[in-house]
Nanobody, 119 residues
Framework: QVQLVESGGGLVQPGGSLRLSCAASGSIFSIYSLGWYRQAPGKQRDLVAVITSSGSTNYADSVKGRFTISRDNAKNTVYLQMNSLKPEDTAVYYC?????????????WGQGTQVTVSS
């Protein structure tokens, strides 16, 4: 059973930055693709970024050039560096394993971490 704990969210002004972390336990972390997903109020949960076991990355169009996903397999942790934040980035952010070919999230969700972008 994989357990996921997200952290690093908070309140930030437009144009600011945050770095999210997701610590995983209970499984063989390094073999999975991992994704960051987000859910804004009243909206579905969408994929933001994904990183494969080999380190290849892909991003939603809305965050390309602003967000960077990375992973540290030794620490069983995946990160999301978010720069040039916009109010529309406000959401609860979650991580999870991502299954090919559509990066469908797999397994239980953690509690998420709230990101609020507001002046």
């Amino acid at each position: 059973q994989v357990q996921l704990v997200e952290s690093g969210g908070g309140l930030v002004q437009p144009g600011g930055s945050l770095r999210l972390s997701c610590a995983a336990s209970g499984s063989i972390f390094s073999i999975y693709s991992l994704g960051w997903y987000r859910q804004a109020p009243g909206k579905q949960r969408d994929l933001v970024a994904v990183i494969t076991s080999s380190g290849s990355t892909n991003y939603a169009d809305s965050v390309k050039g602003r967000f960077t996903i990375s992973r540290d397999n030794a620490k069983n942790t995946v990160y999301l560096q978010m720069n040039s934040l916009k109010p529309e980035d406000t959401a609860v952010y979650y991580c999870n394993r991502a299954l090919a070919p559509n990066n469908t999230p797999f397994g239980s969700w953690g509690q998420g971490t709230q990101v609020t972008v507001s002046s």
